[in-house]
């Protein structure tokens, strides 16, 4: 199963990502900066497991990571990740799978190597500001799983999702709907997850199409 590492922005900035004006790959890392101003990176862990990292200042902060058991940590050897230029996008490829970074505006899709089996889609830009908003596509193969304890159901298609755990005299967190040890992941039977690294609140909204909300 394919996952994708989290989304990180910064409360004093609002907006969402632009269309990209300068794409450039360091050590371990591809750097996107667009016409909004924010800097993203993409950062593999594995051939199947990257990071979409998003500065709207261009300073990149790890508030997760900060704590004492820090959410995602890599000690790995760089990635022999092949880049090319398509056009309208840009492809970033690993032995298993195919990431467009389509230019105008910024937004991402994943492919199976085949270049056109379609895992996900966003459906727009990344928005970001006091919260962090990723909007995906909805596939007809997409069965979602995952949020830690949702307690009542186990499949998310149609549901909107509390990723937060609430104490008080209006919700019974024990009992039907209740969500006493939620988790910031789901995963999609179409070949894909998602894990925000993020200790915050949020609300995953499983409906005609996917979108995921985080405070930040």
């Known amino acids: 199963m394919l996952a994708i590492a989290a989304l990180l922005s910064n409360s004093l900035f609002s907006g969402q990502l632009g269309n990209i004006t300068r794409f ?39 508030p997760a990571g900060d704590e004492e058991t820090p959410i995602v940590v890599y000690n790995g050897e760089p990635l022999q990740i092949t880049q090319s230029d398509q056009y309208d996008y840009y492809k970033l490829e690993t032995s298993l799978y195919i990431l467009r ?42 069965y979602f799983y995952g949020c830690g304890m949702q307690n009542g159901h186990f499949c998310h298609n149609d549901r909107i999702i ?16 209740g969500t006493p040890n939620a988790t910031s992941f789901y995963m999609s039977l179409n070949g894909y997850g998602v894990f925000r690294n ?10 005609s199409n996917i979108k995921t909300t985080h405070k930040e």
């Open 101 to 142: 970074i389509y230019k105008t505006p910024c937004s991402f899709a994943l492919y199976k190597k085949d270049n056109v089996s379609l895992l996900f889609e966003e459906s727009e830009p990344i928005k970001y500001g006091k919260q962090t908003i990723q909007s995906i596509k909805r596939n007809k193969k997409d």
């Open 198 to 207: 993020s200790y915050e609140g949020g609300t995953y909204e499983f409906l």
């Open 24 to 62: 450039s790959e360091k050590n371990n890392y591809f750097e996107i900066e667009t016409s909004d101003g924010a800097t993203t990176r993409i950062i593999y862990y594995k051939t199947d497991i990257f990071r979409i990292w998003v500065a709207p200042d261009g300073k990149f902060t790890d």
């Open 162 to 177: 509390q990723i937060e755990n609430n104490y008080d005299d209006k919700q019974d967190i024990w009992n039907e709907h």
